[in-house]
Nanobody, 127 residues
Framework: QVQLVESGGGLVQPGGSLRLSCAPS????????MGWFRQAPGKEREFVAS????????TYADSVKGRFIISRDNRKNTVYLQMNSLKPEDTAAYYC????????????????????WGQGTQVTVSS
């Protein structure tokens, strides 16, 4: 069983930046495809960004494209989400997810392919 731990959330002013991190509590995820999702109160959990196990492929939701960057360091066993030019509508709980058996080296957008999830970290964008 893989347990994912997110960190880096907090309160930031509009236009500011935050970097989220995700690491497993034990083991390694160097062969896992990874993703970030978010959920605002009263809304469905939505895709934000994902990265293939090698890091060669990434994909983003249109709402964050050009502002957020997903990356991974398999030596440090950590996935990052760099969030720039934050907007109030980015306010949500952010969840890290892992696909432990990816069919190929691909960045997946669908929630259903991810079999492990973190507990989430809150990001609040407000002045």
């Amino acid at each position: 069983q893989v347990q994912l731990v997110e960190s880096g959330g907090g309160l930031v002013q509009p236009g500011g930046s935050l970097r989220l991190s995700c690491a497993p509590s034990r083991g390694t995820f160097s062969t896992y495809a990874m993703g970030w999702f978010r959920q605002a109160p009263g809304k469905e959990r939505e895709f934000v960004a994902s990265i293939s196990w090698s890091g060669s492929s990434t994909t983003y939701a249109d709402s964050v494209k050009g502002r957020f960057i997903i990356s991974r360091d398999n030596r440090k066993n950590t996935v990052y989400l760099q969030m720039n030019s934050l907007k109030p509508e980015d306010t949500a709980a952010y969840y890290c997810a892992a696909n432990s058996n990816p069919s190929h080296d691909f960045a997946f957008r669908l929630k259903l392919v991810y079999d492990y999830w973190g507990q989430g970290t809150q990001v609040t964008v407000s002045s």
